[in-house]
C-alpha cells in the first residue's frame, strides 16, 4: 500500500482537530460530551474512505486520552471512535453533495455509535445499569443528532471542501 506525504500530513491535522475539538473545546462531563470533533473524523472520511478514517478517528481517541487523559484509559471507547469513522466513510465517501447521506452518517452515528455502544463502554467502566444510562444519556442524542447533521450536511456542501474532495481525487 503507497501512502502519499500529503495523506499522512493532512491525517495528522485532522487528528489534532479531533483531539482540540473533543478534548479541550467540548462539553464533557462523565455522562456526555457534546462537540465537535466529529467533524474532523468527517472530513477525514470524506477524503480518505472509510478505512483510514477509522483508523486516523482511533489514533485522535488514543493520542486524546494520553495528552488529556479523563480517568484510566479504556480501549473500547477507541473501538467506537473507529466505528464513527468507518460509519461516516460508508455514508460520506465518494457521495453526493445531498443532505441524505450526512443524516444517515448523523443518525447512525449518534444512534448506534454515541448513544448505544458508548453507553455500554460507560455500564462495562462503572458498572451503572444499561437502561437508566440511556435515559441519562438522552439529552446528548436529543444534542447531537441535529448538530452533526447540520454540520456534515455544511460540509458535504461546502465549496472548500469541494475543492479538496477534487484534489484528493486527482
Partial sequence: MKVQT???AVSALLITADVVLTRLLALNTPVMKIG?????????????GPGWAALTAALGDLLGALLFPTGAYFPGFTLTAACTGLLFGLCLYRRPARWTWAAAAA??????VSYLANTA????????????MLAARAVQLAVTLPVQLLVLTWLKKSPAVQKLLRRAGE
Fill in 6 to 8: 500529503k495523506k499522512l
Fill in 36 to 48: 465537535l470533533g466529529f467533524a474532523a473524523v468527517a472530513l477525514c472520511a470524506m477524503l480518505y
Fill in 107 to 112: 443518525g447512525a452515528n449518534t444512534l448506534l
Fill in 121 to 132: 463502554m460507560i455500564c462495562l467502566i462503572t458498572g451503572n445499569s444499561f437502561r437508566a
